[in-house]
């Protein structure tokens, strides 16, 4: 039985230069990940916006505010002088619900089902502005009942 061994140069194509850092490099090689910038903060933007107008509707009033980024609607509304309903400050307790009527918010510290938040419903102690946003104060009643339903389904 006759053996064949086989020699397998590798050499670096002289058209080819590693250039880790240059667009030409990365064009090379779709497939490669992105690096990132990566910030602190997730709710910092790179654009530059620093806040929202965000109109809270309570006891038949409507106030306009501006939300910066870094701040919950329900802070801002305090510091303003506004008397809205609010207890554990933390996304559990429910007690500062208000409905969306338009706009988004980042509410993903608090405890509200996908479903809830679906249908239009925030926690303002939890809830960072994403857009200009127009929010109803609702009692407390309607959202929990809404949130017991959903758990059961
Ligand atoms: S104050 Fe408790 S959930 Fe907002």
Same mark, same amino acid.
């Given at each position: 039985?006759?053996? &064949?061994?086989?020699? *397998?140069? *590798?050499? &670096?194509? $002289?058209?080819? #230069?590693?250039? $880790? ?9 779709? =497939?490669? $990940? ?18 929202? #107008?965000?109109?809270?509707?309570? =006891?038949? #009033? ?15 509304? *305090?510091?303003?002088? *506004?008397?809205?309903?609010?207890? +554990?400050?933390?996304?559990? +307790?429910?007690? +500062? ?6 706009? #988004? ?19 303002? +102690? ?12 609702? $009692? ?9 339903? &959903?758990?059961?389904?």
């Amino acid at each position: 039985m006759a053996t &064949t061994l086989h020699t *397998l140069h *590798l050499t &670096t194509s $002289p058209s080819f #230069k590693s250039q $880790p850092n240059s667009k030409k490099f990365q064009n090379l090689h779709p =497939n490669t $990940p992105q690096l990132k910038p990566h910030f602190s903060s997730r709710r910092l933007s790179s654009t530059s916006i620093n806040a929202y #107008k965000v109109v809270i509707e309570h =006891n038949n #009033k409507s106030t306009e505010l501006e939300v910066e980024l870094d701040e919950t609607i329900l802070s801002k509304a *305090l510091d303003s002088g *506004l008397e809205v309903p609010y207890d +554990c400050n933390l996304g559990v +307790c429910m007690t +500062c619900p208000a409905r969306l009527l338009d706009g #988004k918010v980042d509410q993903s510290d608090g405890m509200l089902s996908d479903d809830v938040i679906e249908r239009g419903y925030a926690l303002m +102690c939890v809830s960072y502005p994403k857009s200009d946003c127009h929010v109803r104060i609702i $009692p407390e009643e309607e959202l929990l009942s809404l949130q017991l339903a &959903t758990a059961n389904d």
